[in-house]
């Protein structure tokens, strides 16, 4: 019987591990603050510098330096697809959860989805509405 990843070589098994080849992660997530309502107003900019405050924060000038790009931004419902380096991304995801205010009020980053994909964050299946 053969599994995928798993080479037979006489009696014994050798399992091969292969690394994802993205060189990119892509992150949906949303900022959620306690005074629940339209209380915080972000731009885009201040958005990405509340984020770039966290990596400083936890990491450093080293961890503010790296490159994050924010691909979209809904000012609205305060959510962002943003763009790091796969070998960046443990780094931004403690950084983010670490989040504790924002525009002198209490706020904490979610981390919605996470994908090698960018087309795998246009649809999440948990939001679908069937009639």
């Given amino acids: 019987m053969s ?3 798993v080479e037979w070589r006489g009696s014994a098994a050798e399992r091969r591990v292969h690394r994802n080849p993205s060189h990119y992660q892509y992150l949906k997530v ?3 603050c306690e ?6 107003r972000l731009s885009d900019a201040a958005f990405k510098q509340t984020i770039v405050a966290a990596l ?3 990491h ?15 000012e609205r419902s305060l959510t962002a697809i943003l763009r790091v380096r796969g070998s960046d991304l443990v780094k ?4 983010l959860t670490l ?3 924002c525009k002198d009020k209490k706020c904490a980053f979610r981390i919605i989805q996470v994908s090698p994909f960018l087309l795998a964050l246009a649809g999440n299946s948990r939001e679908f509405l069937l009639d």
Wanted: net charge neutral; no cysteine.
């Fill in 92 to 95: 931004l995801w403690s950084a």
């Fill in 3 to 5: 599994r995928p990843g």
């Fill in 99 to 101: 989040v504790a205010s």
């Fill in 30 to 32: 949303g900022l959620e």
């Fill in 56 to 58: 400083r924060g936890l």
């Fill in 60 to 74: 450093g000038e080293i961890g503010a330096a790296l490159p994050v790009d924010v691909l979209k931004f809904e």
């Fill in 35 to 40: 005074p629940r309502g339209p209380g915080l």
